[in-house]
């Protein structure tokens, strides 16, 4: 708890164009991974372009390390199948929450994060400050897999008595 710098919610919104892994379709499910937390949202069933709306919530000691994302078909009767992975950074996330910007108008792009062969950013992802609290909406190009992209949304949460970014 001393090492606490604060949570990140991630709030996984919808899956796009998501691969085939059963017949006709798939049950998809996303499992987000950081040191050795693991979450997971729900499974919707029958859609290769799911809307999961889910919040997951990682505590944070270590801003550089690497958010490890997959999807999964869920299967009944065997192991579940992948449908793609991708990795992302929070270190401009976190730097731009380091900035302590109050007072800015609504709505202000505080950075850009640009696609690059280091990140599985599908486009340029803004950092915004919105509604009292630095915001980064970002969609991921899934790897390791034909087709899918995953859309999320990042917001940081301060905890009282822990150190500060």
Not at 7 to 24: E, K, M, P, Y
Not at 120 to 149: P, T, Y
Request: aromatic content about 4%.
């Amino acid at each position: 708890m001393e090492n606490l710098l604060g949570l990140l919610r991630i709030h996984v919104d919808r899956g796009v164009n998501l691969a085939i892994r059963d017949v006709v379709s798939s049950d998809p499910y996303v499992v987000i991974k950081m040191g050795k937390q693991k979450l997971k949202t729900r499974v919707v069933k029958k859609n290769l372009n799911p809307e999961w709306n889910d919040d997951l919530t990682l505590s944070i000691s270590d801003p550089h390390a690497p958010i490890h994302l997959q999807v999964y078909d869920k299967d009944t009767f065997s192991l579940d199948d992948k449908m793609g992975d991708a990795d992302f950074s929070i270190g401009p996330f976190t730097e731009a929450v380091k900035m302590r910007l109050a007072g800015l108008p609504n709505n202000t792009i505080v950075t850009k994060v640009l696609p690059s062969r280091q990140n599985c950013l599908a486009e340029e992802s803004h950092i915004v400050w919105k509604d009292g609290k630095v915001v980064q909406n970002m969609v991921l190009r899934l790897r390791n897999v034909e087709s899918g992209e995953v859309e999320l949304k990042l917001n940081w949460i301060d905890i009282p008595g822990s150190r500060h970014l």
